[in-house]
């Protein structure tokens, strides 16, 4: 609520929030045997329960429209970890939020982004490459040989998908989500 009043008082209202926080892949990648319950409730109160905190302080403060922009993840679109779960919840909230903002012009989509070239990333080449006894950059070669565009994607092709969503150009697109991935997700979504 800080947040979101102090960019109101600064602004005077808000048109633009977009929510991205989370443990990068999520703390829970292990069997159900190994998992941590109490690390899936911090991960689900981060992203889930999180975004909705600063979804609802934010809508106070959209007046004449405006765009949400929430971050999922491709582990919502898979089942390799259970930390995905988190993912499918900001999907559910996104599509909920979209039906109830729309009268009042506010689009509400979700993003997923694959593989991006980040600090983070790299932490997660380092986790995978002692899991499976390879190097780092062998890991990372991986990812690039199953993605269809065979590389990994810069992060400002992720801002760029946000800043569209965000704009009146994208007034008609809400309650949506869209992978932003380079073609490594398989599922065929209607």
Same mark, same amino acid.
């Given at each position: ?9 600064? *602004? ?6 977009? $929510? ?9 990648? $292990? ?77 509400? $989509? ?53 800043? *569209? ?23 065929? *979504?209607?």
């Amino acid at each position: 609520r800080a947040m979101a009043d102090t960019v109101a008082e600064h *602004f005077g209202r808000i048109d633009i929030l977009v $929510n991205g926080a989370a443990a990068p892949a999520g703390l829970v990648r $292990n069997t159900i045997e190994d998992a941590d319950p109490q690390m899936l409730l911090h991960d689900l109160d981060t992203k889930v329960v999180g975004y909705f905190r600063c979804a609802q302080a934010a809508v106070r403060h959209m007046t004449d429209g405006g765009a949400i922009v929430n971050i999922g993840g491709l582990t919502g679109r898979s089942s390799h970890a259970l930390s995905g779960m988190r993912n499918l919840g900001i999907v559910h909230m996104t599509k909920a939020l979209s039906d109830q903002l729309g009268p009042r012009g506010i689009t509400v $989509n979700t993003i997923h982004p694959g593989v991006v070239e980040t600090e983070h990333i790299h932490e997660l080449y380092e986790k995978e490459a002692v899991k499976q006894g390879k190097t780092p950059d062998e890991v990372e070669q991986g990812y690039i040989d199953r993605t269809p565009i065979r590389r990994v994607l810069a992060s400002e092709e992720i801002a760029d998908l946000i800043c *569209f969503l965000a704009s009146p150009t994208a007034s008609g697109i809400t309650g949506e989500s869209i992978g932003i991935d380079g073609g490594l997700t398989r599922g065929i *979504f209607i």
